[in-house]
């Protein structure tokens, strides 16, 4: 595998479910990055790891709960999701304090509705 | 928070043609990139820029950072069929320490080649 994969690439669940979207960088990133992308609107940063550690959750419900449990994994816990949470659900990851810190390099993402 | 305003929304043309779109900003941003992203797929990296003033070009396509860090062009010369898909800016904002920061999206230019 190469780039930054993420399983499942289409899941459908209902507002009581609780899933799991995956996501594996094999690029020896230390940054990863959560986006949900909704129709007609920019994508939008949920959270981000550095190192492992959360810096930034932007303001996002609960209802999502990541985990990093290393370097090249990202987890995002679904669990009594809302229909407008529908999305598609997009990891990114990049490599921290270099000139190319920036430069963020995406999976192909989860397309996810909740019914 | 941030916006970027991307325009334009979407560009009907025809094959051969040169595509030009933009974007721009209220903020100082410390780094502009340029993404393409197709239909079930994640955004792909196309061009990153790093100083005011600064054109770099990949391939067909050619990127510029405004002189006031508030705009960024994009240009693609003698369109091809394969350029369609929806072509996203992303910036991130002048403070930054080097570290894992999440990027500011505009909302996409839809391009449409006809034959």
């Known amino acids: 595998e190469t780039g930054v994969t993420q399983t499942p690439r289409h899941l459908v669940m209902g507002m009581t479910n609780k899933k799991s979207l995956k996501c594996e960088q094999h690029?020896?990133?230390?940054?990863m990055y959560w986006y949900k992308q909704s129709a007609k609107k920019p994508l939008e940063l949920m959270f981000v790891y550095n190192f492992k550690e959360q810096t930034e959750n932007n303001s996002v419900p609960s209802r999502f709960s990541p985990e990093c449990p290393n370097s090249s994994h990202l987890f995002l816990h679904l669990h009594t999701l809302q229909p407008e949470d529908s999305a598609l659900y997009l990891c990114?990851?990049?490599?921290?304090?270099?000139?190319?810190?920036?430069?963020?390099?995406f999976g192909p993402g989860t397309r996810l509705t909740v019914t | 928070g941030q916006q970027l305003n991307q325009s334009p929304q979407s560009m009907f043309i025809q094959e051969g043609e040169d595509v030009s779109m933009n974007c721009t900003s209220s903020s100082i941003f410390n780094t502009w990139l340029w993404y393409k992203q197709d239909p079930g797929e994640g955004p792909v990296l196309l061009i990153a820029?790093?100083?005011?003033?600064e054109l770099t070009s990949n391939g067909r396509l050619t990127a510029q950072f405004g002189i006031t860090r508030k705009d960024s062009f994009l240009n693609i010369s003698a369109s091809i069929p394969s350029d369609v898909g929806i072509y996203f800016c992303a910036g991130q904002l002048l403070y930054s320490g080097g570290g894992a920061d999440g990027l500011t999206f505009g909302k996409g230019t839809h391009l449409i080649i006809q034959p």
């Open positions: 990114a990851s990049s490599q921290v304090a270099t000139v190319a810190s920036y430069e963020q390099y």
């Open positions: 820029l790093y100083k005011a003033g």
């Open positions: 690029l020896g990133h230390n940054a």
